[in-house]
T-cell receptor
Framework: GAVVSQHPSWVICKSGTSVKIECRSL??????MFWYRQFPKQSLMLMATSNEGSKATYEQGVEKDKFLINHASLTLSTLTVTSAHPEDSSFYIC????????????FGPGTRLTVL | DQQVKQNSPSLSVQEGRISILNCDYT??????FLWYKKYPAEGPTFLIS?????DKNEDGRFTVFLNKSAKHLSLHIVPSQPGDSAVYFCAASLYNTDKLIFGTGTRLQVFP
């Protein structure tokens, strides 16, 4: 149980284009999901908290107009990187908070974004 | 300002022996701590957690110890197996929030 998927697993795009990443909780409902970013050999950094049916809460320094988050259902959150630039190239990981039995965040497999 | 620190970037342990991974934190408002295991290009996998009201939690080969006065926690893996080789992250959660603050990770290598 407690499986989280992400799609796509990797994406290469041109500078200036937008990229959408999906995060799904497959066997549980999650009112809260989180988006992280990890640069090579660095820690996971929380970007934003995604709440079903309401606006996301962004961490300091994260541009909400650049990283659009939508949490339209209890099993799906999306992150759209708008007007991507090479410095946005990173490993993006989502997590979903399971609250019924474990109260633990379960992570997706991550999405490798490369912006040319 | 790194609130959760793992000062050892790497650790090498022989199979069968104990692996001890350490983590220090600075914020006394953290009340829940977790350990995750991560392989390259994959998401973290939850291992074990501990609430600040406890000082020890055990699950199979994994034991987490919490020393609140020292703001220190450690993960013990015994006996260590080659399949345990991965990067281990500790994470802390602030009181009354679900946000996780991650440490910098420790790469564990278990050799035969």
């Amino acid at each position: 149980g407690a499986v989280v998927s992400q799609h796509p697993s990797w994406v290469i795009c041109k500078s200036g284009t937008s990229v959408k990443i999906e995060c799904r909780s497959l066997d549980f409902q999650a009112t809260t999901m989180f988006w992280y970013r990890q640069f090579p050999k660095q820690s996971l950094m929380l970007m934003a908290t995604s709440n079903e049916g309401s606006k996301a809460t962004y961490e300091q320094g994260v541009e909400k107009d650049k990283f659009l988050i939508n949490h339209a259902s209890l099993t799906l959150s999306t992150l759209t990187v708008t007007s991507a630039h090479p410095e946005d190239s990173s490993f993006y990981i989502c997590s979903a908070l399971e609250t019924i039995s474990t109260d633990t965040q379960y992570f997706g497999p991550g999405t490798r974004l490369t912006v040319l | 300002d790194q609130q959760v620190k793992q000062n050892s970037p790497s650790l090498s342990v022989q199979e069968g022996r104990i692996s001890i991974l350490n983590c220090d934190y600075t914020n006394s408002m953290f009340d829940y701590f977790l350990w995750y295991k991560k392989y390259p290009a994959e998401g973290p996998t939850f291992l074990i957690s501990i609430s600040s009201i406890k000082d020890k939690n055990e699950d199979g080969r994994f034991t987490v110890f919490l020393n609140k006065s020292a703001k220190h926690l450690s993960l013990h893996i015994v006996p260590s197996q080659p399949g345990d080789s991965a990067v281990y992250f500790c994470a802390a959660s602030l009181y009354n929030t679900d946000k996780l603050i991650f440490g910098t990770g420790t790469r564990l290598q278990v050799f035969p």
